[in-house]
């Protein structure tokens, strides 16, 4: 299984951004999809999760601001932000399973 990370970018604080997770073989068949952070000096952490029967569940830290979101007939899974932080800065990867991808960088900065 591959996973391909894309919409990260430089962004102001308050700003938003939408992150998007392809897979390379269906998701229907996985229960449950996330999304994780990592910035310089910490270790990685959870940040959303999406299950097959759409539920959510978010760290404290996102909830309010941040949906997660999948689409089993694209293999995708979505995490859109809002009112993003500086704290907020860190390599977003997808996990599913044992499997991760490569990431992709969000910086929040003015």
């Known amino acids: 299984v591959q996973l391909q990370a894309s919409g990260g970018g430089l962004v102001q604080p308050g700003g938003s951004l939408t992150l998007s997770c392809v897979a390379s073989?269906?998701?229907?068949?996985?229960?449950?999809m996330g999304w994780y952070r990592q910035s310089p000096g910490n270790l990685r952490e959870v940040v959303a999760l999406t299950t097959n029967s759409s539920g959510t569940d978010y760290a404290d830290f996102v909830k309010g601001r941040f949906t997660v979101s999948r689409d089993n007939a694209k293999n995708t899974v979505y995490l859109k932000m809002n009112n993003l932080a500086p704290e907020d800065t860190a390599v977003y990867y997808c996990n599913v399973k044992a499997y991760w991808g490569k990431g992709t960088q969000v910086t929040v900065s003015s």
């Open positions: 073989v269906s998701i229907f068949d996985f229960s449950t």
